[in-house]
């Protein structure tokens, strides 16, 4: 069965860093991209970033230069590294893996809540 | 930045129903666009991808058109599990964005 488990969220305070984890099993993980969407409570969706096969990589506006995606396919793990965390970063983060050799996500995990306060 | 509006943000309908939503983009992005069913509490779904192609297993109720700058999500007949919020998102150029949603209710 084709699945993505995340793990890593929790509450932080503002400026502090978390790291998600992303475990892939039951399909060839490093054949596809791989995706971060996260959203607020109560809002709508919001495109993190996304790491290729071939290990490339692109952020949103938001979170440049504060988050690193990156990926282990010798242990299917994807990562989130997120650091300057502020209270806009709070939601329910999402890995999703893209169907390949596009940006069409087609399985997703069930997420991780991350919380950024006081 | 490309930006997706999508109509109406709300929409109430009754089983049976043929319903239509629509994603206007701020610039062409030929058909690189996909739509995603999203239920209270789960992760989204891909339901269409490249405009209109339907993702293995979703019922062919679900079809998507368009090109360029404007697409549409049509359910023909809806259908009690159908009731969730769909949301397009743009592939076409990085920052990849998604729509507002539209949320789909029981009339």
């Known amino acids: 069965e084709v699945q993505l488990v995340e793990s890593g969220g929790g509450l932080v305070q503002p400026g502090g860093s978390l790291r998600l984890s992303c475990a892939a099993s039951g399909f060839i993980f490093s054949v596809n991209h791989m995706t971060w969407v996260r959203q607020a409570p109560g809002k709508g969706l919001e495109w993190v970033s996304v790491?290729?096969?071939?290990?490339?990589?692109h952020y949103s506006d938001s979170v440049k230069g504060r988050f690193t995606i990156s990926r282990d396919n010798s242990k299917n793990t994807l990562y989130l590294q997120m650091n300057s965390l502020q209270t806009e970063d709070t939601g329910v983060y999402y890995c999703a893996r893209d169907i390949v050799s596009t940006n069409y996500m087609d399985v997703w995990g069930k997420g991780t809540t991350v919380t950024v306060s006081s | 930045d490309i930006q997706l509006t999508q109509s109406p943000s709300f929409l109430s309908a009754s089983v049976g129903d043929r319903v239509t939503i629509t994603c206007r983009a701020s610039?062409?992005?030929?058909?690189?666009l996909a739509w995603y069913q999203q239920k209270p509490g789960t992760a989204p779904k891909l339901l269409i991808y490249?405009?209109?192609t339907l993702q293995s297993g979703v019922p062919s109720r679900f079809s998507g058109s368009g090109s360029g700058a404007e697409f549409t999500l049509t359910i023909s007949s809806l259908q009690p599990e159908d009731f969730a919020t769909y949301y397009c998102?743009?592939?076409?150029?990085?920052?990849?964005?998604f729509g507002g949603g539209t949320k789909v209710e029981i009339k």
């Open positions: 490249a405009s209109f």
């Open positions: 998102q743009q592939v076409n150029s990085y920052p990849l964005t």
């Open positions: 610039q062409a992005i030929s058909n690189y």
């Open positions: 790491i290729y096969s071939g290990y490339n990589t």
